[in-house]
């Protein structure tokens, strides 16, 4: 079936650098794509979600590259701080019509930073 | 503007006996999505309830299934329970006719089957 998968199961960075997770999905087909923050105990919490029709979204502090050629979406932190620290996913959308289809999630990357 | 809300926040059970978890979704949406997530793994997709009705649904058994209420909140049922069952189960609502939003997480259930 597809699947979304991580390049890198953990990253550990130093307080104030960049942090960049990457992910690579399957399905060429998927037409939008969500990045969430989950800490421990807690449920996932969206950060940024990009579509099919842009290469590249901007946040506060964050940044999703999408490179539809290569299948692979990264999610870029800027200033790393130690709130960061959680397990990061990506999230895959095949829109079925009406509401977002079902979301269908990697495995995750683990950010730890170091103060 | 409350968010997504889940109760309980734990729960144990042993092996064969039922379990119903309940969710309400973030004021102002009326699509509810239920995922599964085991320790150290992504979420997986159970089904998707809207107006009432199951509208998707993922590679999930029978004993898995759901119900949506006129207010929007919903509950999700598992008979029969299994070890494997053991999972963190959540909850995340979104509107339907919006498919620019994405899905906010409600804080899950912890559920361990004994």
């Known amino acids: 079936g597809e699947s979304v998968g991580l390049h890198l199961p953990t990253l550990s960075v130093q307080e104030g650098d960049n942090s960049i997770i990457n992910c690579a999905y399957s399905?060429?087909?998927?037409?939008?794509f969500i990045w969430y923050k989950q800490e421990s105990g807690k449920g996932p919490q969206f950060i940024i979600d990009?579509?099919?029709?842009?290469d590249k979204r901007q946040g506060q502090r964050v940044t999703v590259l999408l490179n539809k050629t290569v299948k692979h979406l990264s999610l870029q932190i800027a200033a790393t701080q130690p709130g960061d620290s959680a397990v990061y996913f990506c999230?895959?959308?095949?829109?079925?019509?009406?509401?977002?289809?079902?979301?269908?999630f990697g495995k995750g990357t683990k950010l730890s930073v170091k103060p | 503007d409350a968010g997504v809300t889940q109760s309980p926040t734990h729960l144990i059970k042993t092996r064969g006996q039922q379990v119903t978890l309940r969710c309400s979704p973030k004021?102002?949406?009326?699509?509810v999505s239920w995922y599964q997530q085991a320790l150290g793994q992504g979420p997986q997709f159970i089904f998707q309830?809207?107006?009432?009705?199951?509208?998707q649904r993922g590679n999930f058994p029978d004993r898995f299934s759901g119900h949506q209420f006129p207010n929007y909140s919903s509950e999700l049922n598992v008979n029969a329970l299994l070890l494997g069952d053991s999972a963190l189960y959540l909850c995340?609502?979104?509107?339907?006719?919006?498919?620019?939003?994405?899905?906010?997480f409600g804080p899950g259930t912890r559920l361990t089957v004994l």
């Open positions: 999230a895959e959308n095949l829109h079925k019509g009406g509401s977002q289809g079902n979301l269908i």
């Open positions: 399905n060429s087909a998927s037409d939008y």
């Open positions: 990009i579509r099919s029709n842009m």
């Open positions: 004021s102002g949406h009326d699509t």
């Open positions: 309830y809207y107006e009432e009705e199951e509208r």
């Open positions: 995340a609502s979104n509107r339907w006719d919006r498919d620019t939003d994405t899905q906010y």
